[in-house]
């Protein structure tokens, strides 16, 4: 389609281009600013009014003079998508870093993505065994959720993620898999920490990558994580496959997501974030699920760096409000020497329940972890007492529980990096620690598995 | 100035359109591909139309249409077991009709147009009836679906006949006036009733934690704030599956798509204590989730409000959740922020408290216009930025509702579920309900429940100095103390969710259980007195039955052994 160039730019402020007097355009359709030197710029209305027209261009404005010229292209932005993106490495606006050729299309897609029907959703019930304890037996993964992993500068988060991504797998299934990763505004040194490790795993050939690094535009990270579940939609609703979609760092896209609400000049909410931020998430977040008679999954892990590690910061908060519960890591942990730092106390998964039990992982799994975490909870508890008082003021009770503590961190939640943990060996490491307590402080535990699992009466067969 | 009329400028969700006159809040439809949108601004000769759906790709200059009228429910028939979005749209129907993913510019009547009922007249023809009014019956689910005179009607029944009809057909003549099954309502507007009266009984939901504790009466309003994880999304499911109204109308405004489908695949399933006909048979759902569009969500808590009105008229007791209260106010102010109002705090509009009064005030126990009483429950979830309950939404709140159901992330994080902390808590409706108490449960029951509520409060006390002292160092009366509130807590508050036992409580249960810690309490006084130590105390065998007893299936056995056998158990303790 050809269109016709305006050449009315009155005003260029942030990354907002604001040109007069021109045809009906559509909102949010996408703009080309074609640069004095001929390069071109590509940008996405914002406010179409029969006065003016705002762009915000996805690369910035560096550069642009008023005497610029602006087209509109007369359709929304879309995302050529196939199955030979597997393999490929793609910039944060979809174009090819490899030196391959450009994709050929075999659909073009909307990338905002219109919401699943809640109708036509299927529930997420099967079990992921990502070899990892913390989150198998306490925090366990289903296909189709959403679960981020909210972490911290200097905290293996990214470790944690490509383990999860190396080792995770549906028992049972040998089915069609594969990995979409986005960076947002992550350095070159991490991109090349990935990008090394899906070499080195051959994982690469499962995988499509987005590269948007800290240099690259921030406004480009707006896009990114949509082209990215794009992708992912296609793979696994046209294609049938379960995909694996890790989004890094989502603190880096709200803070494009700022500039250019301030570049807006628009009302911020808490802490300069814009007041839609929520709307905003939800819309990248609530991009994962299982649909009804459709073979393929969509499961999402977003990594997320808590600034100043706090966990009520509006980034994790909306996140943390919109996904399917969370793993944290800890500095304290990893302080300790202890890999992978995950915290279970304010790590969640709100669809364990419905992937674990009889037929998934096992029948006592879930009173297990319960008993677990009460137990872990009430040592750590102790051990605030026990700076002050001293072990000795602990009654044997109290002592007990403050060595299950002790013993759960170096035991279940420490793990190598290449550690790959089966779930019923997860389960019973945590029954031999639970038999380490009074038999009657096991309220959580229906008599019938204490029976079955409990190493005491285990030993007796 | 006519029906038509142009747009001048798309920015969102927010459309300015010239040339139509409209009415604040009528419904105009938008663009070549005519997308809903309600008038939320008048200024001079443009109108301000907020879009329920993607504006993606409308451009300026394209038509717009006044249709004259408010968004409206369908209320009648049909409505029991329905899913519809913010709008009520069916999804079911939107599936049909644009796939798996929800598509934009189809609309879908909230009602089904085709089905026919069977209509039962109860008036005849030369009565004199008056609006709402009881004319006729439809069996529906559940229920005897209730069809009434609709509002602003009043005469003599010129025409009445029985038999099968859709809800459009003509099913009377009343003064002149065709009265058809469905009646049409301005979701905005309460629907009028007779008066208001005085809530008087309990709202029982089967959790321990509320009806014992923190009691929501049939008719009150009660808000659950609590950080996210917390658990207030289980606690309203839970509220939804086991509460003993006729009636659960539950909103998912603005949250998880695969939280609705649990609702959506449990519901059909589980079965109602009462009637053991499914869940599914007694509810309406809407479910806007977070990502679908924001204006849709705005509207979402007044549709599902409109359609418990509808119900409470026929005499019913409705209980509506609304999951999440936040994430409608958050509607509000991005629509407000678009545009370009004045905020109030943290951004959201400064008609934040008035809306939120108005939502909760159309609840209450009333006499309906046709003269039977009927009621109206509404519990809200508050979902405050980083668990801080003094941001505006939860404060704005607490200002309107009677009951306070405070989730706490410390509980959640040790897994104490459901994680309702019993300090900060209350319910204004406790006092007023102690006869209802008396009278259905048992004589001493509010005595019991205040000595639960003291001897916790007792319990917060000592646990600050044993944080500085160690237990050991406490007398034994005191150390005795905290075992029997680790009873409380952990045989008593603490309920699963999950357990199929455990998950319902019938009042009568609520009431053993206190009574036997109550019991094992004295005889434990007692036994202490007389040198027993406090370990051998915790350490009995009964009192690790009674623990375990909330999840046996031959549950009202135990219980019954455990009284028996008390007395003769401490017995054996011993001791001077």
């Not at chain 2, 509810?283 to 977070?290: E, G, H, M, Q, W």
């Amino acid at each position: 389609m050809t269109s016709k160039e305006y050449r009315s730019i009155t005003q260029i402020a942030g990354p907002l281009v604001f040109v007069e007097k021109t045809e009906p355009v559509g909102y949010n359709e996408l703009a080309v600013v074609t640069l004095p030197d001929g390069s071109e710029r590509m940008g996405q209305v914002l406010d179409s009014s029969d006065d003016i027209v705002v762009i915000q261009m996805f690369e910035g404005t560096s550069g642009i003079p008023r005497t610029a010229g602006a087209r509109f292209l007369g359709e929304t932005m879309k995302m050529p998508v196939s199955k030979d993106m597997l393999g490929r490495i793609l910039s944060g606006s979809g174009k090819p870093l490899d030196g391959g050729p450009a994709i050929v299309p075999e659909d073009r897609l909307e990338i905002g993505g219109a919401a699943i029907n809640p109708w036509a959703r299927d529930n997420p019930s099967e079990f992921i065994q990502t070899g990892i304890s913390t989150i198998d037996g306490m925090n366990t993964l289903v296909r189709g959720q959403k679960l981020p992993i909210f972490s911290a500068s200097g905290l293996p988060h990214n470790e944690i993620a490509l383990q999860i991504a190396r080792q995770a797998k549906v028992l049972g299934g040998s089915e069609d898999f594969a990995v979409v990763f986005a960076a947002m505004g992550i350095t070159n040194e991490e991109a090349q920490y990935f990008m090394r490790d899906f070499e080195r795993t051959g994982a690469l050939k499962r995988a499509v990558v987005f590269l948007n690094l800290a240099d690259d535009p921030a406004i480009e990270r707006i896009i990114t994580p949509k082209l990215a579940l794009t992708t992912a939609e296609y793979l696994a609703f046209t294609l049938d496959m379960h995909v694996l979609v890790i989004l890094t760092d989502l603190t880096n896209y709200c803070e494009a997501l700022r500039q250019i609400g301030a570049a807006r000049e628009e009302v911020p909410g808490r802490r300069g974030y814009p007041g839609y931020m929520y709307t905003d998430l939800a819309g990248i977040y609530e991009r994962a699920g299982r649909i009804k008679e459709k073979k393929g999954s969509i499961t999402q892990i977003p990594i997320l760096s808590m600034p100043g590690e706090d966990i009520t910061h509006p980034i994790p908060d909306l996140t943390g409000y919109i996904t399917e519960g969370q793993i944290v890591a800890k500095r304290e942990l990893l302080r300790a020497g202890i890999y992978p730092p995950i915290d279970v106390g304010s790590s969640l998964s709100r669809l364990m329940n419905e992937g674990i039990g009889k037929g998934r992982t096992r029948e006592d799994h879930k009173a297990v972890s319960d008993q677990c975490y009460a137990a872990y909870a009430e040592g750590r508890d102790l051990r605030g007492l026990v700076a002050i008082v001293g072990k000795e003021a602990l009654s044997d009770r109290d002592r007990n529980f403050l060595e299950f503590a002790d013993e759960f961190e170096k035991r279940i939640v420490q793990q190598g990096r290449d550690e790959d943990r089966t779930i019923e060996g997860t389960l019973d490491l945590m029954w031999e620690l639970l038999g380490s307590l009074d038999e009657r402080q096991l309220t959580r535990i229906d008599r019938k598995y204490i029976e079955i699992y409990h190493p005491k009466y285990r030993k007796k067969d | 100035m006519g029906k038509e009329g142009v747009i001048y400028r798309v920015a969102g969700p927010v459309v300015t359109a010239v040339g139509i006159s409209p009415r604040m809040y009528d419904v105009i439809l938008v663009g070549k591909e005519q997308l809903m949108g309600e008038v939320i601004k008048i200024v001079g000769d443009k109108t301000v139309i907020q879009v329920y759906e993607d504006t993606s790709g409308v451009r300026p200059g394209e038509k717009v249409v006044d249709t004259g009228q408010p968004l409206v429910a369908e209320l009648g028939p049909g409505l029991l077991g329905s899913v519809y979005d913010g709008i009520q749209r069916p999804l079911p129907v939107l599936m049909e009709k644009m796939g798996d993913f929800i598509e934009r510019g189809v609309t879908a009547p909230g009602l089904d147009h085709n089905l026919k009922w069977p209509f039962t007249p109860v008036v005849k023809q030369g009565d004199k009836v008056t609006e709402g009014q009881i004319i006729g019956t439809v069996p529906e689910r559940a229920i005897t679906h209730k069809v009434m005179v609709p509002p602003g009607i009043n005469g003599t029944v010129d025409m009445i006949k029985a038999g099968e009809f859709t809800v459009d057909e003509i099913v009377a003549v009343i003064d002149g006036k065709e009265v058809r099954m469905m009646q049409k309502w301005a979701v905005r507007r309460g629907r009028p009733f007779a008066k208001k009266t005085a809530p008087d009984e309990p709202l029982i939901t089967g959790q321990r934690v509320c009806d014992t504790l923190f009691p929501l009466t049939k008719g009150g309003t009660a808000a659950i704030p609590g950080g996210f994880g917390t658990g207030k999304t289980v606690t309203q499911q839970q509220l939804a599956k086991w509460s003993d109204a006729e009636i659960v109308v539950y909103i998912g405004c603005g949250e998880r798509g695969n939280e609705m489908t649990e609702v959506l695949t449990s519901f059909p399933e589980l079965k109602d204590p009462r009637s053991g006909k499914p869940l599914m048979n007694r509810t309406v759902l809407i479910a806007n989730t977070s990502n679908m569009p924001v204006a849709a969500r705005e509207a979402s808590v007044y549709t599902g409000m409109t359609i418990a009105e509808y119900f409470r008229d026929m005499g019913l007791n409705v209980s509506l959740m609304a999951d999440s209260t936040s994430r409608w106010a958050e509607a509000m102010r991005e629509i407000s922020s678009r545009l370009e109002e004045m905020p109030g705090e943290e951004g959201y509009p400064a008609y934040l408290s008035a809306r939120l009064s108005e939502f909760y005030e159309r609840a209450g126990s009333v006499v309906a216009l046709s003269g039977t009483p009927g009621s109206i429950s509404v519990v809200g979830a508050v979902s405050p930025p980083g668990g801080d309950l003094s941001e505006p939404v939860t404060q704005n709140t607490l200002r309107i509702v009677r009951v306070f159901w405070a989730l706490d992330t410390k509980l959640r994080e040790r897994r104490h579920f459901p994680a309702i902390n019993w300090l900060t808590s209350y319910s204004l409706y406790s006092g007023q309900l102690d006869g209802w108490y008396k009278k259905n449960v048992a004589e001493d029951f509010p005595e019991m429940r205040n000595w639960a509520i003291g001897l916790l409060q007792k319990e917060a006390e000592l646990q600050e100095i044993v944080q500085l002292v160690g237990s050991d160092a406490l007398p034994d009366e005191q150390k005795l103390t905290l075992e029997i509130t680790r009873m409380i807590r952990e045989i008593f508050l603490q309920q699963n969710a999950y357990h199929p036992v455990d998950t319902y409580s019938p009042m009568s249960r609520q009431y053993t259980y206190l009574k036997l810690i109550n019991r094992f309490a004295s005889h434990a006084a007692k036994a202490v007195e007389n040198e027993v130590s406090v370990e051998a105390i915790a350490n009995m065998d009964l009192r690790n039955r009674l623990a375990k007893s909330k999840f046996e299936d031959n549950i009202e056995d135990i219980l019954k052994d455990i009284a028996d056998t008390m007395d003769k158990e401490f017995e054996a303790l011993g001791g001077k």
